[in-house]
């Protein structure tokens, strides 16, 4: 029996996020950039990010947020605060909040993200989802059943060049069948700003936020 699809319109859909405050946010950004902004470039990314889940088949959009939402945020989502401890603790706690339907979980870190990304996914009964990052770590991460998250992602150390190859072998290891998305770049530096721009589509508020930073120093 085929796992149901997270492109069936009936998945959770999760952003895990931080609100793009100066100082707090996209700190290895700083220098070149000051700490506003690398602020303005993480609101730009996290806004591309959140309109292209819009455009995605969901049954329910959660923002997973440490911090307060602003302006940027849409409409059409339900925002929970991140739960304490560290990545792997607030990743497992994201997918608790969802009932037995699959749900995918992405960061904000991909605004280069398009929707024919994540519609596809599924469409063979695939148990989880996994898209890898090119520094070693998961831009996104996926379950038909949700309720298996916690086991196979506390205890994942996080945010290594290991990241996403223990993640992804926990997956396998537990006998799930593992669809895999594209790789994709985060967004950490500068020179991960411009290589990840040009991958952007039309209309990216990221590309815009990065020109205009280029324009102001010429």
């Given at each position: 029996?085929?796992?149901?699809s997270?492109?069936a319109?009936?998945?959770?859909?999760?952003?895990?996020?931080?609100?793009?405050?100066?100082?707090?946010?996209?700190?290895?950004l700083?220098?070149p950039?000051?700490?506003?902004?690398?602020?303005?470039?993480?609101?730009?990314?996290?806004?591309?990010?959140?309109?292209?889940?819009?455009?995605?088949?969901?049954?329910?959009?959660?923002?997973?947020?440490?911090?307060?939402?602003?302006?940027?945020?849409?409409?059409?989502?339900?925002?929970?605060?991140?739960?304490?401890g560290?990545?792997?603790?607030r990743?497992?706690?994201?997918?608790?909040?969802?009932?037995?339907?699959?749900?995918?979980?992405?960061?904000?870190?991909?605004?280069?993200?398009?929707?024919?990304?994540?519609?596809?996914?599924?469409?063979?009964?695939?148990?989880?989802?996994?898209?890898p990052?090119?520094?070693g770590?998961?831009?996104?991460?996926?379950?038909?059943?949700?309720?298996?998250?916690?086991?196979?992602?506390?205890?994942?150390?996080?945010?290594?060049?290991?990241t996403?190859?223990?993640?992804?072998?926990?997956?396998?290891?537990?006998?799930?069948?593992?669809g895999?998305?594209?790789?994709?770049?985060?967004?950490?530096?500068?020179?991960?700003a411009?290589?990840?721009?040009?991958?952007?589509?039309?209309?990216?508020?990221f590309a815009a936020?990065?020109?205009?930073?280029?324009?102001?120093?010429?």
């Open positions: 029996m085929n796992s149901p997270v492109a319109g009936s998945a959770t859909l999760l952003v895990i996020a931080k609100a793009p405050v100066p100082g707090r946010v996209k700190t290895r700083t220098p950039y000051t700490p506003q902004e690398a602020a303005a470039l993480a609101e730009a990314a996290l806004t591309d990010t959140l309109h292209t889940m819009l455009q995605v088949p969901a049954r329910r959009r959660v923002l997973v947020l440490d911090g307060a939402p602003g302006p940027w945020l849409p409409p059409g989502y339900e925002v929970v605060p991140q739960a304490s560290g990545l792997d603790e990743i497992a706690a994201a997918f608790a909040l969802c009932g037995p339907d699959p749900a995918l979980l992405v960061g904000m870190d991909t605004p280069q993200l398009t929707p024919d990304l994540l519609t596809e996914v599924g469409p063979d009964g695939h148990d989880a989802w996994f898209g990052a090119a520094d770590g998961f831009w996104a991460l996926g379950f038909a059943d949700p309720s298996r998250a916690g086991a196979l992602v506390r205890g994942v150390p996080m945010s290594t060049d290991r996403g190859a223990v993640q992804r072998r926990r997956l396998v290891e537990a006998g799930l069948t593992v895999d998305l594209p790789l994709l770049r985060d967004v950490d530096t500068a020179a991960d411009a290589e990840v721009v040009a991958c952007c589509p039309p209309g990216s508020r936020a990065l020109d205009s930073l280029a324009e102001s120093v010429r």
